[in-house]
């Protein structure tokens, strides 16, 4: 780990100024379960790490109008404490399968979703593409644990959060802070002017073509400060995720849903895979499907198999279509209840 | 009258042999008082790391090392690779920096000037295809990644084969996996004037001392090494390596101490690993399920050497009259092997027992009574076959067995038992030990032995108590320095025997002796005298305390030299058996493994602990289950790099995936009378075989290499398919 200096904001304003010095390579710290081991590795060596723990409102979960708001410094273990999110079960079915009290206890949401992805060549020093000599290691090389969707370019990675497809089967937007901009929402905090601006969770990853465009729309200066999710009634929700290990382990894949089921019949669905993709991959053909149609082992089944239809496999990770497959498949029946374990 | 002879008392006759009894030093470690080297810190220490090769196979073609020098906090720097060397393999030391500070040293690292020129690498052991190509094109340049390792053949294994009644051909095998010990390698070394003292992370504390000589430049009687206590080794620290030679160095050049401890990354990259083993075979048997032939081709490597599991355990314990087998090396740019607990046992266990149970299959034979069948090939029949009842029982295999893939129930999930046995030798190592019995009865033993963690300190204690009849707290054990008597390296499960062996019987002629002296003072017949409760007994009349006896022997104590144990004293023995029972559930949507349940029956001859002979037991299935469900250094063909050389990516189970184990100790009168046998390898042997018996059994396909990832399950399930 490179030498560094360590700030320590109190307010999203001074949060902004540290981070936003012209020269200045800057880090945000939230849990630091990850950026640890970036540093550590030289993965990120920035000369500045400016540690947000310091900031009062970004612990705070509130109910607003339409929903609720959730701090971005929110730890797994106080998420699953807080009565406010009683009604979101996909999120807790996430905390579940983050086996490790010590990163239930440290990491946060906001942590999680900015997580770095965990491509082994991306974490041997290859960068986010896993490129050598313009070759694409993840390509040709060993890509057991590498994206089955979303493939086709440069970016061979899976997005690493384990909140983000709940989260966006939730509906959930996200909101940015940086630097005050002429035409972007402003917002006065301790005598300093910040933008800020609420982004759909969706909008916030890209699949880079480059090294240089990182993961997430996120530009230098700026971090995800809050998330804000929909009312809870009437959605059932549920996340499965396929662990080798029952011990602290990233899942194979994963698939977070929300249901809107009446009078026995899906009303709305929301389905989203992870794990499997640069970017947390919705399945818009399976929701479809689904609506208007009973939840059972059978059409779970069919719902699933559409929403691998169009996976591409790579040349070691052809087992992952089947493994999301299934998770689509036991998400859908846990959400209603009717997974038998 | 009390027999004087050499030897340990009737089963059920020690008061403390053979009992359960807790660690003496269980306290220390457990609240963080025991120093480990990794521990060992004092004021002014200068820290040092390692630069090493990202590259499989590459020629260093620049390398310099001022800016470095001139790094802050950096105090010396040594160059352990020269320009134009060849490197073979990734983690290949290059440059060590001591530094005032951890820090500084990484600065210093990054300050040094290299540059390293590809050469093509080959680091994929199970590609035998691919290194006999590779030969082939080098046609002519000195390029040989393949090696025969010969041959052995006895009968006719085509005729036995023709004659068959079911012949089963199968491809099997293991992935490599490094050691992954607790404590990384490394040392702490400080300079004395000529003399040179060493905290070594080693098991092997008597044998370390010599291998500084030539390098470091020192004499042997000035090099003092310790390690009080050692975060497991489990075969691979019995060597003072080249970063330990660095680490003297780098304290001669300093004048000051210094800790070099390899990061996690190079432990797993140079320090050691177990080799992969795969297998083709074709084995037959007759109509009733009795084993008439094996022929096999395996392969592997055990990195640049391309060594491989041995012909010698091939095929494992069951060794049919007519059979053949043909061993392959392949050298590999990995770094080269070390003794893995039990080397080359687990995987020849794994590729030739997985063998037999598809046989079974293939003959409609319950798995349990096809091995039993067929233990006339073993050479241990009569330990095998009362293990594997008992197991039976432990298993409930009758009630759980089912075809395979037959298993009730339509859920995803599906159930299964698997059975595999294994033997080891165990003999005793050579150790030497120093006895002083003080005029207060204080006892103390003396041995340049080591504790792997195994418990060495607490059996030694238990014996000298146990002769003496004495409590554990009246026992002082002082082990793990090259000062103390001369003791063998704790490799192949030889301290327990090599130790308790010396102790025992220079205890029982101390004993003797102050027994004499208690005769002489109380006029009884010292040959009716006993030791026990802290008192000498003649029949049921206590005579006197064992602090009066003590005193008898004067202010100078008695002190007896022990030499290493021999064959014909009846302490100890060699070669056990042991079986395992696995039962599985897998879900064959996921390709995810749970063990539900591990049996484990082992012989051991004489227990002297059974609560520490246990957790050998439990911590042997317990890495059984690790390289059988997820441990494997995984080798990118395309950079030649261990790409999963963290702990991250490096999968290993935890508390959640180890199921519910069993131990049984198989240890009738015959067995006991052998005396005290090595414990430590055997359970961790058979354990892989017995799980992927029990998978097959459970999903109807043999899911051919171990571990047994979500993504060879579906494979397997998927190729089954068509």
Redesign the interface.
């Known amino acids: 780990?490179?030498?560094f200096e360590y700030t320590r904001p109190t307010t999203e304003a001074e949060a902004v100024e540290f981070l936003g010095e012209t020269g200045v390579q800057t880090a945000i710290l939230a849990g630091g379960t990850d950026l640890t081991?970036l540093m550590r590795a030289e993965l990120a060596s920035p000369s500045r790490v400016v540690d947000l723990k310091q900031i009062p409102s970004l612990y705070q979960v509130t109910r607003s109008e339409d929903g609720i708001q959730i701090g971005a410094l929110v730890t797994l273990a106080d998420l699953v404490k807080n009565p406010l999110l009683d009604g979101y079960r996909s999120l807790f079915d996430v905390v579940d399968g983050v086996?490790s009290i010590q990163v239930q206890g440290s990491g946060t949401i906001g942590g999680d979703l900015c997580h770095l992805p965990?491509c082994?060549?991306f974490?041997?020093?290859?960068g986010l593409l896993g490129q050598?000599n313009g070759v694409s290691?993840p390509e040709?090389?060993?890509n057991?644990y590498h994206a089955i969707f979303g493939n086709e370019g440069a970016a061979k990675f899976v997005n690493a959060s384990r909140f983000a497809p709940a989260l966006m089967a939730w509906g959930t937007k996200v909101r940015i802070v940086g630097p005050a901009t002429k035409t972007g929402s402003r917002e006065r905090s301790s005598g300093l002017t910040v933008g800020a601006e609420w982004i759909p969770l969706e909008y916030f990853y890209v699949t880079p073509k480059t090294d240089r465009q990182g993961n997430t729309i996120l530009k230098p200066g700026h971090f995800v400060s809050h998330i804000w999710l929909p009312d809870a009634n009437q959605i059932s929700s549920a996340t499965y995720e396929?662990?080798?290990?029952?011990?602290?382990?990233?899942p194979?894949a994963t698939a977070s849903v929300c249901l809107n089921v009446e009078a026995g019949l899906v009303h709305d669905a929301s389905i989203v895979m992870g794990h499997v993709a640069p970017i947390p991959w919705v399945t818009e053909d399976a929701s479809r499907w689904l609506i208007g149609r009973p939840l059972n082992e059978e059409t779970a089944s069919f719902a699933a198999d559409i929403a691998v239809s169009s996976a591409r496999p790579l040349s070691?990770?052809?087992?992952k279509v089947?493994?999301v497959r299934?998770?689509v498949?036991r998400a859908l029946l846990k959400a209603i209840g009717q997974l038998?374990p | 009258m009390v027999e004087r002879k050499v030897g340990w008392e009737p089963q059920g006759s020690h008061a403390l042999i053979g009992g359960e009894i807790q660690r003496v030093d269980g306290k220390v470690k457990a609240s963080g008082q025991a120093k480990y080297t990794n521990d060992i810190n004092p004021p002014g220490t200068l820290f040092a790391k390692l630069l090493t090769a990202?590259h499989a196979h590459a020629k260093l073609v620049l390398l310099n090392i001022d800016k470095a020098k001139a790094v802050k906090g950096v105090k010396s720097v040594i160059v352990m690779a020269k320009l134009g060397d060849e490197i073979r393999y990734e983690g290949w030391p290059i440059v060590a920096i001591a530094a005032e500070r951890p820090?500084f040293a990484?600065d210093g690292l990054?300050a040094i000037e290299f540059k390293f020129e590809s050469l093509p690498h080959f680091v994929d052991g199970l590609d035998l295809k691919g290194a006999v190509e590779a030969d082939l094109a080098a046609d002519g340049k000195p390029l040989k990644l393949t090696k025969s390792l010969g041959k052995s053949e006895q009968g006719d294994v085509e005729v036995a084969l023709k004659e068959a009644k079911h012949v089963h051909e199968g491809f099997y095998g293991v992935q490599t996996i490094t050691h992954m010990s607790m404590e990384p390698h490394g040392s702490h070394a400080a300079w004395d004037g000529d003399h040179l003292n060493v905290a070594l992370s080693t098991e092997n504390v008597s044998g370390t001392s010599g291998q500084y000589v030539q390098p470091v430049g020192v004499e042997a009687m000035n090099v003092n090494v310790r390690c009080d206590f050692l975060g497991s080794g489990f075969g691979s620290k019995s060597t003072v390596d080249v970063w330990d030679v660095a680490c003297a160095k780098l304290s001669k050049v300093t004048g000051k101490p210094v800790r070099l401890m390899l990061s996690r990354t190079t432990e797993m990259q140079i320090a050691g690993n177990r080799p992969s083993a795969f297998a083709e075979v074709t084995v037959g048997c007759d109509a009733e399920g009795n084993v008439t032939a094996w022929d096999s081709r395996h392969w592997g490597s055990n990195g640049l050497e391309g060594s491989i599991v041995g012909l010698d355990v091939t095929p494992y314990v069951f060794r049919p009259k007519n059979r053949k087998s043909i061993a392959t090396g392949i050298a590999t740019n990995c770094s080269p092997e070390r003794p893995w607990r039990a080397p080359h046992h687990p995987q020849a266990c794994a590729y030739t027992q997985t063998a037999l149970d598809d046989l079974a299959a293939k003959a409609g034979i319950d798995s349990l009574q096809f091995f039993t069948k067929n233990l006339n090939l073993t050479s241990l029949p009569h330990i095998y076959e009362p293990e594997l009842e008992i197991a039976a029982k432990l298993m409930d295999w009758k009630g759980k067995w089912h075809p395979r893939g037959k298993g009730a129930g339509n859920?995803?999930v599906k159930r299964g038992i698997g059975v595999a046995l294994h033997t080891w030798n165990g003999a005793a190592n050579q150790s030497n030990v120093t006895l002083k019995i003080h005029s207060d009865g204080s006892v103390e033993v003396v041995t340049g032995s080591q504790d792997v963690g195994t418990g060495t300190r607490t059996c030694i204690a238990q014996v000298a108590a146990d002769t003496f009849g004495v409590s554990m707290s009246a026992v002082k054990v002082s082990l793990g320095s090259n000062q103390f008597p001369k003791a063998g390296a704790s490799e192949g499960s030889s301290t327990i025997g090599g130790v308790t062996g010396p102790v025992r019987r220079t205890t029982q002629q101390a004993l003797w002796k102050i027994l004499d002296l208690v005769a002489i003072r109380h006029t009884v017949d010292g040959t009716t005298l006993a030791a026990r409760d802290g008192k000498v007994w003649s029949g049921d009349k206590e005579i006197c305390t064992w602090k009066q006896a003590a005193s008898l022997i004067g202010p100078m104590g008695l002190e007896l030299y022990g030499g290493p144990v021999t064959d014909d004293e009846g302490l100890t023995n060699h070669q056990v058996g042991g079986v395992q029972m696995a039962e599985v559930a897998v879900d064959t949507?996921?390709?995810?493994i749970?063990i539900v349940k591990m049996v484990a029956v082992q012989d051991a001859g004489m227990i002297v602990n059974r609560l520490l002979a246990r957790s050998q037991v439990y911590s042997g299935l317990i890495m059984g289950i690790a390289y059988s469900?997820?441990e494997e250094r995984?080798m990118?063909?395309?950079?030649g790099?261990f790409?999963?050389a963290?702990l991250?990516?490096y999968?290993?189970?935890?508390?959640?995936?180890i199921g519910d184990l069993v131990v049984e100790f198989y240890e009738p009168e015959s067995e006991y009378k052998r005396g005290v046998i090595g414990l430590s390898e055997p359970p961790v042997i058979s354990t892989g075989a017995a799980i992927s018996n029990a998978v097959a059994n459970a999903i109807g396909v043999r899911v051919p290499v171990l571990p047994l990832?979500?993504?060879r399950v579906?494979?397997a399930l998927?190729g089954a398919k068509g």
């Not at chain 1, 396929?242 to 990233?250: A, R, S």
């Not at chain 2, 999968?651 to 995936?657: A, E, H, T, Y």
């Open positions: 780990m490179k030498p081991s086996r965990n082994w060549y974490r041997n020093g290859y050598e290691l040709t090389g060993d057991r396929v662990l080798q290990m029952e011990g602290l382990d990233w194979l070691m990770n052809e087992y089947q493994i299934t998770a498949k038998n | 990202p820090e990484e990054r859920g995803p949507e996921t390709g995810v749970r469900l997820c995984i990118d063909n395309k950079t790099r790409i999963n963290n991250n990516d999968k290993l189970p935890r508390i959640g995936d990832t979500p993504k579906l494979d998927k």
